[in-house]
Nanobody, 124 residues
Framework: VQLQASGGGLVQTGGSLRLSCAASGRTFGSYFMAWFRQAPGKEREFVAYTRWNGYITYYADSVKGRFAIARDNDKRNAVYLQMNSLKPEDTAVYYC?????????????????WGQGTLVTVSS
């Protein structure tokens, strides 16, 4: 399984970015896809997850109401993270991850495959 994250960049406070994660190598069925992020000097933290073939989503409190995770209907085997109303504290490297056993999780160690990360920088 390979995950390819893209879409990061530099944006001003209040702006928007859309990250994409393309998956290849297997079908994901009912598994979960997630985004995590790691800010400079901090541990990696959960951002959001979605069930691959369903409508289950869940968000960290810090991004709820501003970020949206969903399947990318324009790209086969991809999910996106739409990030709106960005804040300087959203600055981080964002990673997509796949969990290939049933059940949702916000725990980093319970995800089996990881993308390479894409940098998001929000200027004040």
């Amino acid at each position: 399984v390979q995950l390819q994250a893209s879409g990061g960049g530099l944006v001003q406070t209040g702006g928007s970015l859309r990250l994409s994660c393309a998956a290849s190598g297997r079908t994901f069925g009912s598994y979960f896809m997630a985004w995590f992020r790691q800010a400079p000097g901090k541990e990696r933290e959960f951002v959001a997850y979605t069930r691959w073939n369903g409508y289950i989503t869940y968000y960290a409190d810090s991004v709820k109401g501003r970020f949206a995770i969903a399947r990318d209907n324009d790209k086969r085997n991809a999910v996106y993270l739409q990030m709106n109303s960005l804040k300087p504290e959203d600055t981080a490297v964002y990673y997509c991850a796949a969990r290939t056993v049933p059940g949702a999780s916000t725990i980093e160690a319970q995800y089996d495959y990881w993308g390479q990360g894409t940098l998001v920088t929000v200027s004040s």
